[in-house]
């Protein structure tokens, strides 16, 4: 699904030059759940900013489905982000006083579907994103940070994306609410083979992933599959090399 060739990132500002990339490569196949990891400053956001097709990079390629994104016209890429690729942001980037249901359908008004089809597909990914019914038609502004991001998530899938990134979606959370919505995230992976790419600076986030590709200053440090991978399912949490259950708080 991705492919990015020595993919590098410069800003210019003036006389000052900032490297935020400096030679990425590597591939994503269809159906992976991978965390992009680093800390602040190491390239991620500018990384992620480049796959969602909302930035080209300076030199390098970056390949979606096969076709090279800095071939593409406006229209076309605004076609890949509407279509193809769903985002969840940590600051949520909810309507505040506007129903849960109409915060999902929100992208399908913008895609110019009828109201039957808004209605039906954001009920079906309400539903895949754990939200349960009562509060559908509650303001986003009356709910839990964990239901927002749950909104949230339910939004990224409502156009039915082949790939759904992830920025920071924990970072509002407390770590008891994060990891309610990483289990949504690994549910989504395991049940309906969803690509996702979470972009992340926490270590336990990262656990999550099924393979971590951890940057700093802009390079690829390591790239490897989790062999100790975290799994979330329904009320208890266990490592997959050595179980520790516990019960959650839903």
């Known amino acids: 699904m991705i492919e990015c060739r020595n993919i590098a990132k410069v800003y210019q500002d003036g006389a000052m030059e900032t490297r935020a990339l400096k030679g990425a490569s590597f591939t994503i196949r269809d159906g ?125 899938l409502v156009n039915d994306p082949t790939l759904v990134l992830a920025d920071e979606p924990t970072g509002n959370l407390d770590t008891k609410t994060g990891e309610i919505v990483l289990e949504t995230f690994q549910r989504l992976h395991a049940e309906h083979g969803r690509t996702i790419v979470l972009i992340t600076h926490e270590p336990y986030v990262g656990e999550h992933a099924q393979r971590i590709i951890s940057l700093r200053d802009g390079e690829i440090i390591s790239d490897n599959k989790n062999h100790s991978r975290r799994v979330l399912t329904g009320k208890y949490r266990h490592h997959t090399m050595k179980v520790n259950s516990r019960k959650m708080s839903m």
């Open 32 to 156: 992976e759940f991978v965390a992009i990891m680093g800390p602040s400053g190491s390239g991620k956001s500018t990384l992620m900013h480049i796959l969602g097709c909302l930035d080209t990079p300076t030199s390098g390629e970056y390949l979606l489905d096969g076709k090279n994104i800095a071939e593409l016209s406006d229209d076309e890429l605004a076609d890949i982000r509407m279509h193809k690729i769903g985002f969840v942001f940590q600051a949520f980037n909810l309507l505040p006083r506007t129903s849960v249901l109409r915060n999902v359908m929100l992208p399908l008004i913008y895609a110019g579907a009828s109201e039957e089809v808004r209605q039906r597909e954001a009920k079906k990914a309400l539903t895949a994103s754990a939200f349960p019914e009562k509060f559908w038609n509650h303001h986003s502004n009356q709910l839990s940070g964990g239901m927002m991001q749950r909104v949230a998530i339910a939004r990224a």
